[in-house]
């Protein structure tokens, strides 16, 4: 379908979402030109009024966002001059589209910053209340996807808290580069209007204003933090899902997801697929792909506004809307899951991951370093042929590699002790998780 120039330059169909805080940048421009003298009190109580009565309009859902507006400054501009006349165009003293848009954003992007925070915390408590449920259920724990040493879910759980805790500290520092004020620095130069840049700073909610009006409107820095940080989330919560998704499998068995966040089969009616965990995964390229657009307008631009920066809100809508909705199923996802207590134990007694302490205990006993290797190598193949864990070996059995072994060689392979043993701190001993959730529970 051919395009006119006219729809090619609206941006209207994706920054209408813009509209509310377009209208309340617009009504904090009213005041502070009032407070300045630079229009009458009564035409900055037309100007709220008609700025109220469009921002109905538009909730109720009866204005149409028209190609002919072009973008949402237009639009509001529009409507407000069709709700109290020619005085409507007063509201654009002493400001620009230049400064508009990116005052829009910064709200926007403020308001998505601080509901990404309040997601990630509500994961964070979930993923605390699964490891202080789970502090004694034991799992494998892996390296390179085998399986290497015995932890707990707990441990498990609180290496992921940790992840979404540096994303909390991420979108917490973005906030302070997002919270400061571009308005009412024109096109790019200033305006010959005496303001108060101050005033509306306050009643905004900004935490500053920026020192210099070039960079005001050329700057997109937070932007790109912005999303930044949604990749890095989005990354963290992706291996999440591959967890999940890895040990929901019949070959693992380790979890069931409840039927909301999967699909049946309907060719192989034996499978249920995750689905959610799985569009969580793919949807991790979609915000990539939102840094690089970013990135990418960006890096060749002279300063200081260029229309090229309109296509940042496609990026940055998108990233902020992906973020919220993956953490707000993928925090209903866990809520809901089953875990398997009993299949994660007997993966991590028949994991054979005990063989490390195995060794340990001959070492310690004078057997030879060399002569280590091969009778450990010997012991767990045993102990795979006949379907037994290290532990429920008989010490005849033992005895056949070396008579070294004792009665005491089981109190150091029994999995409950080889969990207990790691003393350094962070580790996965039962007394360490329960001393990082004492922390957590300090700091908050």
């Keep these: 379908m051919k395009q006119t120039a006219k729809e090619f330059m609206s941006s209207i169909s994706f920054d209408n979402m813009l509209y509310d805080e377009e209208i309340a940048a617009s009504k904090a421009h009213a005041r502070m030109l009032e407070q300045n003298k630079l229009i009458s009190a009564e035409e900055c109580a037309k100007m709220i009024e008609g700025l109220d009565q469009v921002l109905a309009d538009i909730e109720k859902g009866k204005v149409e966002f028209k190609v002919e507006y072009e973008d949402i400054h237009g639009c509001v501009e529009k409507l407000l001059e069709e709700k109290i006349g020619p005085v409507s165009r007063k509201i654009n003293r002493a400001r620009s589209v230049n400064d508009q848009v990116v005052t829009d954003t910064r709200l926007f992007l403020r308001a998505e910053n601080e509901s990404i925070m309040e997601s990630l915390k509500e994961l964070m408590d979930t993923l605390e209340a699964l490891a202080r449920e789970h502090v004694n259920t034991i799992m494998p724990g892996y390296s390179h996807l085998q399986r290497a040493q ?18 909390l500290k991420r979108f917490e520092q ?13 096109a790019m130069a200033g305006t010959v209007w005496e ?5 509306m700073a306050r009643e905004l909610g900004f935490d500053g204003i920026l020192p210099n009006a070039m960079d005001a409107v050329a700057d997109r820095d937070f932007g790109m933090e912005f999303i930044n940080d949604c990749s890095i989330t989005m990354m963290h919560l992706s291996r999440f899902c591959e967890d999940l998704i890895l040990w ?13 966040f999967t699909t049946g089969s309907r060719v192989l009616p034996q499978k249920k697929n995750l689905d959610v965990a799985e569009l969580i995964r793919g949807k991790t390229g979609r915000v990539y792909g939102d840094m690089i657009n970013l990135l990418t307008i960006f890096k060749g631009l002279p300063m200081s506004y260029n229309r090229d920066m309109q296509e ?31 299949e994660m134990q007997r993966a991590a007694k028949y994991g054979y991951m005990n063989a490390t302490e195995l060794a340990e205990y001959l070492l310690d006993k004078g057997v030879e370093p060399e002569k280590v290797g091969d009778i450990i190598s010997k012991v767990v193949q045993y102990a795979i042929n006949n379907n037994k864990p290290i532990e429920e070996l008989w010490l005849d059995d033992l005895k056949q590699f070396t008579q070294v072994f004792d009665s005491d060689v089981y109190d150091e392979v029994a999995i409950r002790n080889v969990i207990a043993s790691k003393v350094s701190e962070g580790s996965t001993s039962f007394e360490n998780v329960k001393q990082q959730l004492k922390d957590i529970e300090k700091n908050k």
Excluded at 195 to 199: A, E, G, H, V
Excluded at 248 to 257: A, L, P, T
Aim: proline letters at 4%; hydrophobic letters at 40%.
């Design 312 to 342: 940042d809100k496609v990026a940055l809508l998108d990233a902020a809307h992906t973020v919220e909705a993956c953490l707000t199923l993928f925090v209903e996802m866990i809520k809901t899951m089953k875990i398997n207590r009993g």
């Design 174 to 186: 973005c906030k302070e580069r997002i919270n400061v004020m571009p308005p009412d620095t024109g």
């Design 248 to 260: 929901s499998s019949v070959e693992f068995g380790f979890i069931e997801i409840d039927d909301e």
């Design 150 to 167: 015995p932890i707990t879910l707990a441990y498990h759980m609180l290496a992921y808290y940790q992840m979404f805790s540096r994303d």
């Design 195 to 199: 303001t108060d840049r101050n005033k």
